[in-house]
């Protein structure tokens, strides 16, 4: 059974910068997709970056030009996040999915296996 677990998070000030993790193991798709959302308090999980097997990726809008999305040869998924607001402050979970024929997305229904999260606080 694929487990995902992240790590990296904690509390920074405004300006600084975090690295996300986020190693699997039991890793069950050949061709894949990943990404990170991320959720504040009950909210929805609120896409933020993703990228796929085809070399194919995608940003939310306020994560442009900030934070970058990367995996390695030994597929842990990694998020760089710079510039860090106090609004970035949220639940980040790291999530895989299929590739299948859909195009790479941000949907949450596309990926089917999440991580418990790690916290990232941004102080002002």
């Known amino acids: 059974q694929v487990q995902l677990v992240e790590s990296g998070g904690g509390s920074v000030q405004g300006g600084g910068s975090l690295l996300l993790s986020c190693n699997g193991s039991g890793w069950p798709f050949v061709t894949f997709r990943m990404a990170w959302f991320r959720q504040v308090l009950k909210k929805e999980h609120e896409g933020v970056a993703a990228?796929?097997?085809?070399?194919?990726s995608m940003y939310s809008e306020f994560a442009k030009g900030r934070f970058t999305i990367s995996v390695d040869n030994a597929k842990i998924l990694w998020l760089r996040m710079d510039n860090l607001k106090p609004e970035d402050t949220a639940m980040y979970y790291c999530?895989?999915?299929?590739?299948?024929?859909?195009?790479?997305?941000?949907?949450?229904?596309?990926?089917?296996?999440w991580g418990r999260g790690t916290q990232v606080t941004v102080s002002s």
């Open positions: 999530a895989v999915g299929p590739l299948g024929v859909r195009p790479i997305s941000l949907e949450n229904s596309d990926y089917t296996i």
């Open positions: 990228l796929d097997s085809r070399g194919s």
